[in-house]
């Protein structure tokens, strides 16, 4: 079966540190990879991307990037956090094309910028 | 355009009543309308998911009423329990580029049954 890791579960970081979440899946080959962005009272914002290693689509503007360095590992960096980065982060996966295609939730990452 | 209007924003419910959460549209090239439910501390779960050729879905206690021509769609939850307190989203999307991910949330409902 199909399974996503996410790490860290918390993070406090300060203001100009960097950023590194990991996202690995297991159980597939060749998924859709996606980092959401979940802030208090505002939903799901999606970020980042990837249809395959090296593809990244980027759906706001900010300060995060992202990379696809293996076919199942999705990493979300920053150079320099903002205390705007604050909130919970989600990667999630999917397979599937079209109306047929299920999105699959990691557990995510509680980040709170200082 | 791209909005998922979603409302209420947070609902109470005797155990055993019917929770209903409302969500609206403008973009008439959506054609994906999931529901997930997120517990606390977790990451969305889908729940069920509509497509705009069905007037409605049901899957358990969980019904979906989809109306296309005023661009709304609702999750009913039957009998509700207390284990259904979560936040749940609604969501659309449209199929372009052969991916269905780009997912467009609604703002979430907090539901709260009472026992």
């Known amino acids: 079966s199909q399974t996503i890791h996410q790490w860290p579960a918390t993070l406090v970081q300060p203001v100009g540190s960097p950023l590194s979440l990991e996202c690995t899946v297991e159980?597939?080959?060749?998924?859709?990879l996606y980092w959401y962005r979940q802030a208090a009272g505002r939903g799901l914002q999606l970020l980042f991307y990837?249809?395959?290693?090296?593809?990244i689509s980027s759906e706001v503007p900010q300060n995060l990037s992202a990379s696809r360095p293996q076919d199942r590992q999705f990493i979300l960096s920053s150079k320099k956090l903002l205390l705007s980065d604050s909130g919970f982060y989600l990667c999630?996966?999917?397979?599937?094309?079209?109306?047929?295609?299920?999105?699959?939730f990691g557990s995510g990452t509680q980040l709170s910028v200082l | 355009q791209q909005q998922v209007k979603q409302s209420p924003q947070s609902l109470i419910v005797q155990k055993g009543g019917i929770s209903i959460i409302n969500c609206a549209y403008e973009?008439?090239?959506?054609?994906?309308f999931p529901w997930y439910q997120q517990f606390p501390g977790k990451g969305p779960a889908l729940l069920i998911a509509i497509r705009p050729d069905v007037s409605e879905k049901k899957e358990g206690r969980f019904t979906i009423s989809f109306n296309k021509s005023a661009k709304q769609f609702s999750l009913h939850i039957m009998d509700s329990q207390p284990g259904d307190s979560a936040t749940y989203f609604c969501?659309?999307?449209?199929?372009?580029?052969?991916?269905?991910?780009?997912?467009?949330f609604g703002k979430g409902t907090k539901l709260s049954v009472k026992p």
């Open positions: 999630a996966w999917s397979v599937g094309m079209g109306v047929d295609e299920k999105l699959f």
């Open positions: 973009n008439t090239a959506f054609d994906y």
């Open positions: 969501a659309a999307s449209m199929n372009y580029g052969g991916s269905q991910g780009n997912l467009i």
């Open positions: 990837s249809v395959g290693i090296g593809q």
């Open positions: 159980g597939t080959s060749n998924p859709n």
